[in-house]
């Protein structure tokens, strides 16, 4: 397994190429992330892109395990990681999940509050 991560989109791009991802899946791939990526700019954070590829025996193509956005220094509040979560056009399941986690455990955290 193989942990990247890259500053600009250009060198993300060339971290999908080289993988099993068809270029229709990698234009689709970009378009998601960098919703990600642009949101966490506009809330002031310092996004890069990350990837984790792997490897199988006998292969040089590397099959995508995990696309995110990671942050440099500062962690965003779980309020703008929601807004982050929610920016692309097309969610995928796991942006889903995770913006509904938080919106109930930031609710929760509220009540105790109370
Ligand atoms: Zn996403």
């Known amino acids: ?27 689709k791939t970009i378009e998601h992330e960098r919703a990600h990526f642009e949101k966490a700019i506009e809330l002031g954070y310092s996004p890069v892109y990350a990837l984790e590829r792997f490897y ?8 995508v395990m995990l ?6 220094g500062k962690e965003p509040s779980p309020e703008h990681i929601i807004h982050i979560l929610l920016a692309p056009k097309v ?7 995770d913006a509904l986690r938080l919106r109930r455990q ?3 955290s509220k009540n105790r509050k109370k």
């Open 56 to 63: 199988t025996a006998g292969s040089n193509l590397a099959t």
């Open 1 to 27: 397994m193989e942990h990247k991560r890259y500053l600009t989109l250009e060198e993300y791009v060339n971290g999908l190429r080289e993988t099993e991802l068809s270029e229709r899946a990698i234009q």
């Open 106 to 108: 930031i609710n929760k």
């Open 91 to 97: 969610l995928s399941g796991g942006d889903l999940d």
């Open 67 to 72: 696309n995110a956005v990671m942050f440099n």
